[in-house]
């Protein structure tokens, strides 16, 4: 039989947890990287680690809504190398840590891999388990019965990662609801306790906080009906309306790049339209929030709000950071826009660059404003013949407009029952509020294949916004000019009927829908690229490196101001001890030799007899511990001096 002797058990062992470790990580930073375009073509050491880092970005571009220019590199096998590297370094930082009983440090890359894994950018379950099982190997290779610290720390680390594992292997509606739940506790904290607008949720019930009370207040030139655009809902899932999630926006991060990089925002779009065929006379909007929700910015539909872009963010919502705002807004009424189409599709401007800009951005609208959820549809299937869908755009929103009159409009939320609230509101219900008109009117428009989608806020003409003239509504895509709001409440639809049917009876405008045609845009072909030169490579490299320096300094000298602490806090009898301890760790390091006849007898007076010690004694092993720095200090070169102060925290 073969004995391995302990010694060789615990470097076996320690090999066994680096290895495990190390693929475990491995697996974990290659599970970031997208392989489906990737060669077998070699390029440089560097071009491994830009991948990595292009995979950073794009998640971070996913959860943040953010745009992050990718840096250019050759999609090929070079990130194995790097993920290595890095998996490796982890492996062996945990390794440190965890044989010198370092708790924080220990923590360090675990953490890293857990919250990658929570939030999405590692996708790797089995190297999620190996680091794991590295993690608890090492426990019972290194974790001393005193280290009660690195034990606790270590314990709640193991339940984050089989929590993590849990999670990423089997999401759960319950989860999703308790998630959601939280978001909306942060944003009624954070932006409005009682918010007169349900923001797209049709189970809320708003009408109590729609009170007389100063929402907003309008002052403008010229006073016209307008709509205050705040929250815009695109998704619906049976209950409630949601923005697009930023992981499907991350899709057209270069598409939005590009379109901002010309101007062309989808919050201002109609404004711009309206100044590609002649514009028309403007005013000033200035808004004041009183008490509505202070995330969005509340200003008209057909507005241009320079001052208020974030054309880093591919989201169209305006934010406003002061509680004061102001925009230009054109004097016009709605045949103005649809004039604006006809002449958009007649005078040749669809070379321009607006017109380039629209058709790119029109493609994203008719890819993401079509969906109706499977019940709705069938509801809507049962209810609508199939010949209306080969109407005209005029036609349909007429046919929209009139089937909305049969409901009765009230101002509380009925409850409804089933998974789906439309098709409740659809084939059940007698009438609704606002939220449920809009919502209905969306999914019935884009059931007839117009792009649509629910939004809300204020309707005013001007002076004081009640904050009970809160209110939902749908807009619908018209090609060439931009989202327009469509009112189906049937005290309010009389005047919007009118004005489409003599739409549908005009016959220079009965196919403007379908004059304005999308040809694929070559702006949505480009990628948005950063091309880093040597130089900024190596900066970006070293300014990482220099940070994760910084970090490493900046712990040890936690833990060094921390022992010195414990060492004040300790009686005469175990600070003497402690105090000689220190000083011959600096001699050590600092190859200082001072005598210590008198520090060693009194240290072994404190260690080994009954007397008692005071702090007369303690005051003169503190004086040796101060003459032994001074010498250190004294006898280093300047560069020592830096090392024994940032690195050693000798003092």
């Known amino acids: 039989?073969?004995?391995?002797?302990?010694?060789?058990?615990?470097?076996?062992?320690?090999?066994?947890?680096?290895?495990?470790?190390?693929?475990?990580?491995?697996?974990?930073?290659?599970?970031?990287?997208?392989?489906?375009?990737?060669?077998?073509?070699?390029?440089?050491?560097?071009?491994?680690?830009?991948?990595?880092?292009?995979?950073?970005?794009?998640?971070?571009?996913?959860?943040?809504?953010?745009?992050?220019?990718?840096?250019?590199?050759?999609?090929?096998?070079?990130?194995?190398?790097?993920?290595?590297?890095?998996?490796?370094?982890?492996?062996?930082?945990?390794?440190?840590?965890?044989?010198?009983?370092?708790?924080?440090?220990?923590?360090?890359?675990?953490?890293?891999?857990?919250?990658?894994?929570?939030?999405?950018?590692?996708?790797?379950?089995?190297?999620?388990?190996?680091?794991?099982?590295?993690?608890?190997?090492?426990?019972?290779q290194r974790v001393g019965?005193?280290?009660?610290?690195?034990?606790?720390?270590?314990?709640?680390?193991?339940?984050?990662?089989?929590?993590?594992?849990?999670?990423?292997?089997?999401?759960?509606?319950p989860n999703e609801r308790i998630i959601a739940s939280l978001r909306r506790t942060v944003h009624s904290l954070r932006y409005e306790k009682n918010d007169p607008l349900p923001e797209g949720d049709l189970r809320r019930d708003t009408t109590s906080a729609q009170t007389d009370d100063a929402a907003l207040r309008v002052q403008m030139q010229t006073p016209q009906s307008v709509y205050l655009r705040g929250f815009v809902g695109d998704i619906f899932d049976g209950v409630r309306w949601t923005a697009l999630d930023n992981a499907i926006l991350s899709e057209y991060a270069d598409l939005f790049y590009w379109l901002h990089e010309y101007d062309f925002y989808s919050s201002t779009q109609t404004m711009y339209a309206l100044q590609a065929v002649g514009g028309s006379e403007t005013q000033s909007v200035q808004v004041?929030?009183?008490?509505?929700?202070?995330?969005?910015?509340?200003?008209?539909?057909?507005?241009?709000?320079?001052?208020?872009?974030?054309p880093e963010y591919i989201r169209e919502t305006l934010f406003a950071k002061e509680e004061t705002y102001t925009a230009q807004m054109p004097l016009y009424d709605k045949a103005a826009l649809f004039a604006a189409q006809r002449k958009l599709a007649q005078n040749g401007s669809a070379d321009g660059m607006y017109m380039q800009c629209e058709r790119a951005y029109a493609q994203f609208v008719y890819a993401t404003a079509l969906d109706v959820p499977d019940s709705t549809a069938q509801a809507l299937e049962r209810q609508i013949q199939d010949e209306v869908k080969s109407e005209g755009l005029a036609d349909k929103i007429c046919f929209v407009l009139d089937w909305f009159r049969q409901y009765t409009h009230t101002k509380t939320a009925q409850p409804f029952?089933?998974?789906?609230?439309?098709?409740?509101?659809?084939?059940?219900?007698?009438?609704?509020?606002?939220?449920?008109?809009?919502?209905?009117?969306?999914?019935?428009?884009?059931?007839?294949?117009?792009?649509?989608?629910?939004?809300?806020?204020y309707i005013t003409e001007g002076g004081t916004v009640k904050r009970s003239d809160a209110h939902a509504w749908a807009e619908y895509y018209l090609d060439g000019i931009g989202w327009i709001p469509l009112e189906t409440l049937p005290e309010l639809t009389r005047t919007e009927r009118t004005f489409y049917e003599q739409r549908a009876d005009d016959a220079q405008s009965t196919s403007e829908q379908s004059q304005i045609q999308r040809p694929q845009s070559s702006l949505q072909q480009e990628t948005a690229v950063y091309t880093p030169s040597y130089g900024a490579v190596f900066a970006g490299t070293g300014g990482a490196a220099l940070l994760v320096l910084a970090?490493?300094?900046?712990?040890?000298?936690?833990?060094?101001?921390?022992?010195?602490?414990?060492?004040?806090?300790?009686?005469?009898?175990?600070?003497?001890?402690?105090?000689?301890?220190?000083?011959?760790?600096?001699?050590?390091?600092?190859?200082?030799?001072?005598?210590?006849?008198?520090?060693?007898?009194?240290?072994?007076?404190?260690?080994?007899?009954?007397?008692?010690?005071?702090?007369?004694?303690v005051n003169r092993m503190e004086d040796y511990v101060q003459q032994t720095v001074a010498q250190c200090k004294q006898s280093a070169k300047p560069l020592q001096k830096l090392r024994h102060r940032f690195w050693d925290c000798l003092y």
């Open 288 to 310: 004041t929030n009183l008490s509505a929700c202070k995330r969005y910015a509340f200003l008209p539909t057909v507005c241009r709000a320079d001052d208020l872009l974030r």
């Open 1 to 140: 039989m073969i004995r391995i002797d302990r010694k060789k058990q615990k470097r076996l062992c320690e090999a066994v947890i680096v290895l495990a470790m190390t693929v475990g990580s491995l697996l974990s930073f290659l599970s970031a990287v997208d392989t489906a375009d990737c060669t077998n073509t070699f390029s440089s050491p560097w071009n491994g680690l830009l991948q990595l880092e292009n995979a950073f970005l794009l998640f971070l571009t996913r959860k943040t809504g953010r745009i992050h220019l990718l840096f250019a590199c050759v999609q090929n096998r070079d990130y194995i190398f790097a993920a290595s590297a890095l998996s490796l370094v982890f492996a062996l930082i945990f390794w440190y840590a965890v044989r010198e009983k370092k708790a924080v440090v220990s923590c360090l890359p675990g953490l890293c891999l857990v919250l990658g894994h929570g939030l999405g950018l590692f996708r790797s379950v089995p190297g999620l388990l190996l680091f794991l099982c590295g993690f608890l190997l090492s426990l019972t």
């Open 551 to 617: 970090a490493v300094l900046l712990l040890r000298r936690l833990l060094f101001r921390k022992r010195q602490r414990t060492i004040r806090a300790m009686n005469p009898k175990e600070r003497i001890p402690a105090l000689f301890s220190y000083a011959a760790y600096v001699q050590e390091k600092s190859d200082v030799s001072l005598p210590d006849t008198e520090a060693q007898t009194l240290r072994q007076e404190a260690l080994f007899s009954d007397h008692t010690m005071t702090q007369a004694h």
């Open 145 to 173: 019965t005193k280290s009660f610290l690195l034990r606790a720390l270590s314990l709640t680390l193991s339940v984050a990662l089989v929590c993590a594992v849990v999670f990423a292997a089997k999401p759960s509606a």
């Open 417 to 457: 029952s089933g998974s789906d609230a439309a098709a409740w509101f659809l084939e059940q219900a007698e009438g609704g509020n606002d939220a449920m008109f809009a919502t209905a009117s969306v999914l019935m428009l884009r059931y007839l294949g117009i792009p649509a989608r629910y939004a809300e806020g």
